[in-house]
């Protein structure tokens, strides 16, 4: 009998940034293992949040409330002076490896255990609090005693010896500060860092079997990693139990917290018209049903939005849409919502083939497979490849039809008027509520009575004074000095810094208002910066620049650019490890696909016109300050003096109108064309944030905004 072997791993794909820390509400975490709880303390208020497991044994795939999680670990982690020690994971490492032999949970012997950083939505790409959640996670939150990994950054291998983790350079600092002597880092994206699968065959004896759960891993993913693994004579496996869950007790239940309707003025279609829609997308490639499996694809066809997981609009459930029938796959009695069923016309007599049928969320393997039982030849089922396994083979293969992105996925990513309308207010009230943040760091920073922390919650606290704020978009980064270094840094009281005079402070952070979705990254110093403080921060500038004023031709996908915002760094030698750009969802995820700019291998798409992405290049210097500069931005058509077989032209329209320090720029780096676009982005930010300031009778906060945008003079 040959050896049986499961793996911990990372969905990639996506365009997602990946978080340590979950929601910075306060400074306090009060973390209870037993309960799996944790309370946030915040203006004195104590809030339970929940996280879910699927219960054992049961058909029901795995969704996990992806970002709540990770706020345990300000208490699971013990970090000191911005660097977590690591928890002895041997005892952890130990109750895993036991019930991967146990015939009680395995039908073989297995040796390690695969989860992939994804829940059984494969949801893509959150910035920094992703919708992902897996067993590296639940280990961390398993006890106070110990923690597996402590963050969905990678994908760990567990063998009987072995344990070690891939991971990118945005987690290489976390990873190794946090991982005890039990695992090795691998760190991606250096050419002398083994792949998953060559380090599996290295390690695993002959005819091994590779487990993994079938409802978190993608089927693409399975794919490559089922075919790599046979051609060297191992099988890879579903195992129906997911282990980690077999050793995390008391787990709560999913999330099932009432739902926002949207209308017409915020989506600019009806749900019934992206019906008919995605119905016509069918037709054309002869398919019968379309499977909707990820979350804020869901929220998007039915203008719907939730609060089931924390800092993305969306909520728990699955949609199979036929040529004539709807079924929509969601737990709870907030169905029963009377404006929710008006919304959804429930109890109306509408057209057959537009009433929606509500079933079980958990009912959605079995109706699949009934679907897939009824097929005649040539049906179709559409999915998209990053669907799990499970779902997947639910349905016939001869009967499957995959894409990598799902005509929704791509409709959701070209904005409509009414949506870009809503980007629009939604930028502009988030730089009024930074404007004041800025205006009061600038008073505040010199008395030394400001933390990480502090800044963190005085952001939220402006953003919720405007307008249809619903929460934040993500975790906020805030961080001074060194701890800036750490690209997805989040503050908790062992390693909350007090902002000085005398560091470099970056803020990363942004909100969910209802008409729009924002995330924006400025980098100041309340004192003065040093030369070569001011060189870096230009050439991040420079790229920056040169993202945002790119012209490009119809066609281009995004990954073409990323080289553009690394000019600068490169002349230099230096660089920055991670990629320059992701999506952005309207009152939706903060990361979504299926476009993005970066150097790393993915399938993105071109760019269109109402596409809206980020513009973010940066430059970290360990142990010393981390630099970035962010905004989003709108793909527009651009005017060009020609036009090469009339395909047309593209470039970009800043969404963010927050003013850039200017006394971290070293002018004299700047091309004149370069110190032209500054002086015009801040002249549109004075316009445009100092009415809306002016209306909304912040005076204070306007004179800073007419301070900071005083223009720059190049020197010659």
Same mark, same amino acid.
């Given at each position: 009998?040959?050896?049986?072997?499961?793996?911990?791993?990372?969905?990639?794909?996506?365009?997602?940034?990946?978080?340590l820390?979950?929601?910075?509400?306060?400074?306090?975490?009060?973390?209870?293992?037993?309960?799996?709880?944790?309370?946030?303390v915040?203006?004195?208020?104590?809030?339970?949040?929940l996280?879910?497991?699927?219960?054992?044994?049961?058909p029901?795939?795995?969704?996990?409330?992806?970002?709540d999680?990770?706020?345990?670990l300000?208490?699971v982690?013990?970090?000191?002076?911005?660097?977590?020690?690591?928890?002895?994971?041997?005892?952890?490492?130990?109750q895993?490896?036991?019930?991967?032999?146990s015939?009680?949970?395995?039908?073989?012997?297995?040796?390690?255990y695969?989860?992939?950083?994804?829940?059984?939505?494969?949801?893509?790409?959150?910035?920094?609090?992703?919708?992902?959640?897996?067993a590296v996670?639940?280990?961390?939150?398993?006890?106070?005693?110990?923690?597996?990994?402590?963050?969905?950054?990678?994908?760990?291998?567990?063998?009987?010896?072995?344990?070690?983790? $891939?991971t990118?350079?945005?987690y290489?600092?976390?990873?190794?500060?946090?991982?005890?002597?039990?695992?090795?880092?691998m760190?991606?994206?250096?050419k002398?860092?083994?792949?998953q699968?060559?380090?599996?065959?290295?390690?695993?004896?002959?005819g091994?079997?590779?487990?993994?759960?079938?409802?978190?891993?993608p089927?693409?993913?399975?794919?490559r990693?089922?075919?790599?693994?046979?051609?060297?004579?191992? !099988?890879?496996?579903p195992?129906k139990?997911?282990l980690?869950?077999t050793?995390?007790?008391?787990c709560?239940q999913?999330?099932?917290?009432?739902?926002?309707?949207? !209308?017409?003025?915020?989506?600019?279609v009806?749900?019934?018209?992206?019906i008919?829609?995605?119905?016509?997308?069918?037709?054309?490639?002869?398919?019968?049903?379309?499977?909707v499996?990820?979350?804020?694809?869901?929220a998007?066809?039915?203008?719907?939005?939730?609060?089931?997981v924390?800092?993305?609009?969306?909520?728990?459930?699955y949609?199979?849409i036929?040529?004539?029938?709807?079924?929509l796959?969601?737990?709870?009695?907030?169905?029963m919502?009377?404006?929710?069923r008006e919304?959804?016309?429930?109890d109306s007599?509408?057209?057959?083939?537009?009433k929606?049928?509500?079933?079980p969320?958990?009912?959605?393997?079995?109706e699949?497979?009934a679907v897939g039982?009824?097929l005649?030849?040539?049906?179709?089922? $559409?999915?998209? !490849?990053?669907?799990?396994?499970?779902?997947?083979?639910a349905?016939?293969?001869?009967?499957?039809?995959?894409t990598?992105?799902?005509?929704? @996925?791509?409709?959701?990513?070209?904005?409509?008027?009414?949506?870009?309308?809503?980007m629009?207010?939604?930028h502009?009230k988030?730089?009024?509520?930074?404007?004041?943040?800025?205006? $009061?760091?600038?008073k505040?920073?010199?008395k030394?009575?400001?933390?990480?922390?502090?800044?963190?919650?005085k952001?939220?606290?402006?953003?919720?004074?405007q307008?249809?704020?619903?929460?934040?978009?993500?975790?906020?980064?805030?961080?001074?000095?060194?701890?800036?270094a750490?690209?997805?840094?989040?503050?908790?009281?062992?390693?909350?810094?007090?902002?000085?005079?005398?560091?470099?402070?970056?803020?990363?952070?942004?909100?969910?208002?209802?008409?729009?979705t924002?995330?924006?990254?400025?980098?100041?110093?309340f004192?003065?910066?040093?030369?070569?403080?001011?060189?870096?921060?230009?050439?991040?500038?420079?790229g920056?620049?040169?993202?945002?004023?790119?012209?490009?031709?119809?066609g281009?996908?995004?990954?073409?650019?990323?080289?553009?915002?690394r000019?600068a760094?490169?002349? @230099?030698?230096?660089?920055?490890?991670h990629?320059?750009?992701?999506g952005?969802?309207?009152?939706?995820?903060?990361?979504?696909?299926?476009?993005g700019?970066s150097?790393?291998?993915?399938?993105d798409?071109p760019?269109?016109?109402?596409?809206?992405?980020?513009?973010?290049?940066?430059y970290?210097e360990?142990?010393?300050?981390?630099?970035?500069?962010?905004?989003?931005?709108?793909?527009i058509?651009?005017?060009t003096?020609?036009?090469?077989?009339?395909?047309?032209?593209?470039?970009?329209?800043?969404?963010?109108?927050?003013?850039?320090?200017?006394?971290?720029?070293?002018?004299?780096l700047l091309?004149?064309?370069?110190? !032209?676009?500054?002086?015009?982005?801040?002249?549109?930010?004075?316009?445009?944030?100092g009415?809306?300031?002016?209306?909304?009778?912040?005076?204070e906060?306007?004179?800073?905004l007419?301070?900071?945008?005083?223009?720059?003079?190049?020197v010659?």
């Amino acid at each position: 009998m040959g050896l049986t072997l499961a793996l911990l791993g990372e969905a990639t794909g996506g365009t997602g940034m990946l978080e340590l820390f979950g929601h910075r509400q306060s400074g306090a975490y009060e973390g209870r293992a037993k309960s799996c709880m944790v309370f946030c303390v915040s203006r004195g208020k104590r809030r339970p949040d929940l996280r879910n497991c699927r219960g054992s044994l049961s058909p029901t795939p795995s969704c996990l409330p992806p970002a709540d999680i990770c706020r345990a670990l300000a208490k699971v982690l013990q970090i000191a002076g911005g660097k977590m020690s690591p928890k002895i994971t041997t005892e952890l490492l130990k109750q895993l490896r036991q019930v991967m032999k146990s015939p009680k949970y395995v039908q073989e012997p297995v040796q390690a255990y695969i989860v992939p950083s994804g829940d059984a939505h494969q949801s893509q790409g959150q910035k920094h609090c992703n919708l992902k959640l897996n067993a590296v996670e639940k280990f961390a939150y398993l006890a106070e005693t110990g923690c597996f990994l402590g963050c969905r950054i990678g994908t760990a291998i567990v063998t009987e010896q072995h344990a070690a983790m $891939w991971t990118d350079g945005r987690y290489f600092l976390q990873a190794a500060h946090q991982m005890d002597n039990n695992w090795t880092l691998m760190k991606m994206g250096l050419k002398d860092t083994p792949t998953q699968e060559d380090w599996l065959v290295s390690v695993l004896p002959e005819g091994s079997k590779v487990g993994v759960d079938p409802f978190i891993i993608p089927a693409d993913q399975w794919k490559r990693m089922s075919k790599a693994l046979r051609s060297a004579g191992h !099988d890879l496996v579903p195992v129906k139990e997911n282990l980690i869950d077999t050793i995390w007790t008391d787990c709560p239940q999913r999330p099932c917290k009432p739902l926002i309707t949207l !209308d017409l003025s915020y989506t600019g279609v009806s749900w019934r018209d992206k019906i008919v829609a995605l119905r016509s997308k069918m037709a054309e490639r002869k398919v019968l049903w379309f499977v909707v499996t990820a979350l804020d694809e869901v929220a998007w066809l039915f203008n719907l939005r939730g609060s089931d997981v924390e800092y993305n609009p969306v909520f728990f459930a699955y949609a199979v849409i036929g040529m004539n029938t709807i079924r929509l796959f969601i737990d709870g009695d907030r169905m029963m919502d009377p404006v929710v069923r008006e919304h959804l016309q429930l109890d109306s007599n509408l057209e057959p083939e537009f009433k929606i049928q509500v079933m079980p969320y958990g009912s959605i393997l079995s109706e699949l497979q009934a679907v897939g039982a009824d097929l005649s030849p040539k049906e179709k089922v $559409w999915l998209s !490849d990053k669907a799990s396994y499970a779902l997947t083979e639910a349905i016939p293969k001869a009967y499957q039809y995959l894409t990598p992105y799902t005509p929704i @996925c791509i409709a959701k990513a070209v904005k409509n008027a009414s949506e870009t309308e809503g980007m629009r207010r939604a930028h502009i009230k988030d730089a009024v509520a930074l404007c004041e943040l800025f205006n $009061w760091l600038e008073k505040e920073v010199p008395k030394g009575t400001v933390t990480e922390i502090i800044a963190a919650d005085k952001a939220e606290e402006f953003r919720s004074q405007q307008k249809d704020f619903v929460e934040l978009s993500f975790a906020t980064i805030s961080s001074t000095g060194p701890n800036g270094a750490i690209i997805h840094y989040k503050p908790v009281p062992e390693t909350n810094r007090t902002l000085s005079v005398n560091e470099i402070y970056l803020l990363d952070s942004g909100a969910q208002y209802k008409d729009g979705t924002t995330d924006v990254t400025r980098t100041m110093h309340f004192g003065t910066p040093s030369a070569y403080e001011k060189e870096c921060f230009t050439y991040v500038l420079k790229g920056h620049i040169a993202v945002s004023a790119a012209i490009f031709p119809n066609g281009t996908k995004g990954h073409l650019l990323d080289s553009f915002a690394r000019s600068a760094l490169w002349d @230099c030698g230096l660089d920055y490890l991670h990629g320059t750009g992701h999506g952005v969802g309207s009152f939706l995820n903060v990361h979504e696909g299926p476009c993005g700019i970066s150097y790393k291998t993915f399938a993105d798409e071109p760019l269109e016109a109402g596409m809206i992405v980020s513009d973010e290049p940066g430059y970290y210097e360990d142990g010393s300050f981390g630099i970035r500069i962010e905004n989003v931005v709108l793909v527009i058509p651009a005017e060009t003096k020609y036009n090469f077989k009339n395909r047309g032209s593209l470039t970009f329209e800043p969404l963010t109108l927050v003013p850039i320090q200017t006394k971290m720029i070293d002018v004299k780096l700047l091309t004149q064309k370069e110190c !032209d676009w500054v002086n015009s982005y801040h002249q549109k930010c004075r316009e445009v944030i100092g009415a809306e300031l002016e209306r909304q009778g912040r005076h204070e906060a306007l004179r800073w905004l007419i301070q900071e945008t005083e223009p720059l003079a190049r020197v010659q």
